[in-house]
């Protein structure tokens, strides 16, 4: 084809005809046919050659011109000019809105182009105004489920992916699947694309294994329909390493990037953006197994291509840079890389980007920095500030995550205490000390550890504000909806966009404050809680090791407030260690093992136990502080939420709770809320043990069971309870039943 052009467009030129219509589009299909072969240089000047001809015989905001030129822009994008296709895009849109309609059909393309732009450029916010003009536009003009519109619904389902805003970015990455499965059919190059888009929408949700799968689909049409040496291949490749990657599989991740990484060198297509995050990737996962000559390669090379693509001001180009200076931290050159964590900090705190996984990574890094300048005092601010950080994206969260993402951040701020409390046990002491500890372990315990689901309704909590959260919602469905729908008023998303802005900046101001330390409980407001003979114990679980060398090893201690005492307690509880890594390896809890461990015998097999039961190992090491108390308000941490310390035997004849009256919290800073308990045991009970699950009356209630199975719930409305089957596992009735049915018995008479 390139030949046939080439030779018709000499011979034009030849005979002068220069200024015959049709040989400006000769030069656009020359041009595409060498962009499509990656020969850039040739294709932007058959373009130019188009813009010049066209300029000797049309008006200047002529279509064919805005036409071409919007050719160009493209290609400008493909060779990772995107100053220059910035430029040449907003010279078309202003011909376009001088010449045609602002519903026009051509007006959406030029919007979609626009918004793309933003994305590799790597302004994820910016975009988003371009790409919503760009889907109603479309919507006006094509409807809904049109290809068209769903080229545009994939672009913003990645950014709102990459913004945290997971349901509405599954709403556009699924819808958009649908449209292009439903047009071009299973099994087509399409539906390959289709899978490829759902890839990062599962991964963030932490549908792993949905995502391989969405990958594998991808890799194989792709390879059916594109062959092996395709650039849309490489993207998959590069999807598929990040799938592995998150699972910290560094080597499987490498595998795929490099197979990526291959093919944009044989297509010598370096210029490609996706080139640049397979780089990125790449000196990553290196850096990961801890590979640092090829790490520091591959990220010097991908820094190096992304300030050439688009300078050194925007999160993509820092986001490689935090990580070449992770790659310095790990081979002692600090000196370096607090040259590139600086630079980092300074532009993510002055464009307000700082609630990330990259922020949270930098204050890392200069956790380590100064700790490695035996700068104890900086190294507390840095870990304060990296549980401030995972606080406010929780609070963020709270607004638009999914409940995986909630959960996740919830294990990970459990991480980030104990790495906070092991620096402060082992290395702060003062006059202060346990008074400070206490404080910020129930802070952080109770806005970070307290249940997923409290945060998610942070609207409940916040009672005095709840119009705004409520407003907030109903701002995001009017969004959506005016999206999905034409309509004539072009203003009416922007005003929507920027009213979910204005209250989103209000609620999240909130937030911020109420972290700053506004709410922090002292010890003694808890003091005050209680009376004479009560106690409050916090459990709370720690990196002995931090700040040291060697591995992390988790151990415990007790903090203890009294009623009287000048200030609170921190007890170690030493042999907690022990009987956590024995608890760790056990292949199965059965109940030879419960009875082991709830008995007044020392536990076996406890490496460093020194012969302890559960009572020596918990609770013996806090009676000199608990004498003369009767009530414990405690809250758990670690390995303590699996144990009933009402069950724990102090002795043959007596429990644990018949020494203590123990109330269970999930922080102590609830005793600040505690309702007044009631003080008289009910006068019936009713214990059923040794139960024959053979019997007749078993299959009735089975029957009964499955009558039921259609009963709609909240949780689930509509969907069918699955039908309930007799096991065959249990012989006549549970071993060991009939004897806790004896002890229940004895524990009631006692009780009177």
Known sequence: MIFVLSLSLGVIENEKCLHHFRVNELYQQLAYAYQLKLNFEKAEHNYLKSIETLKLYVKEHDMALARCYNLLGNLYVDMGLYNKSDSVYHVVKSMYSKSLGKDHLWMGWIYHNIGRLRIYQGKLRESLPDLNEALRIKIVNVGQDDIDAAGTMVYLGYVY????????????????SEIWISHYGSGSLYHAYAAHNLININLSLGNYKK??????????????????????????????????????????AIENYRKAEQIFLYLKDTANVEFVFVNHNLGVCYLGIKNFELAGFYLKKSLHLKYLANGDENMDYVSTLIHLAEWMVFQNNFAEAEKYMLTAKK???????????????????????????????????????????????????????AEHEMLKFIEKSEIYLNRYLGFCLNNIRDVDFEATLLENVLFFKHYLLTDYQSRRNFAQADIEHREDYLKYFQVNQEILQVQLEPFKNVSKTDSLVSERAKIERVILHRMKKRISGENKVSWEDLQKTIKEGEAIIEFVSYDEKFGTEGPPKNVYAAIIIKYGDLKPEVVPLPAMSSLDSFLSVQDQINADLIFELYSSAPIKDIKGGGGYNLY?????????????????????????????????????????SDKYELIHLGSTKQVLFKEKRP????????????????????????????????HDNIGNQGVPKPEMKK???????????DEEVEAIKIYLKKQA
């Open 161 to 176: 992916e990459q913004l945290g805003d997971v349901r509405t970015a599954e709403y556009y990455s699924s819808k958009s």
């Open 211 to 252: 995502a391989e799968e969405l990958a594998n689909t991808a890799v194989e049409l792709k390879l059916k329909y594109l062959g092996s040496h395709h650039s849309s291949l490489a993207t998959t490749y590069n999807a598929m390493g990040n799938i592995f990657q998150v699972q910290q599989n560094y080597q499987t």
């Open 347 to 401: 532009y993510m705190e002055n464009n307000r980007i700082d609630i990330n996984d990259n922020y949270l990574l930098l204050l890392a890094l200069f956790e380590k920095k100064a700790l490695y300048d035996q700068d104890k005092s900086a190294a507390l601010k840095y870990l304060e500030k990296e549980l401030f950080t995972i606080q406010q994206q929780l609070d963020h969260l709270s607004l638009i995550g």
């Open 616 to 656: 020596q190992i918990i609770f013996y090491p806090l009676l000199y502080f608990l004498e003369d108390i009767k009530t414990i308000y405690y809250s758990s941490t670690g390995l303590l939420y699996q144990i009933n310390l009402n069950s724990i035997v102090i002795d043959d004849t007596t429990y644990l």
């Open 679 to 710: 003080g008289n045991f009910p006068s019936n009970g009713y214990v059923v043990g040794g139960v024959n699950y053979d019997s007749e009356m078993i299959e009735e209630a089975n029957h009964i069971t499955v009558t039921a199975k259609n």
């Open 727 to 737: 096991t065959t596992i249990l012989e006549k009735n549970i071993p060991y039943s």
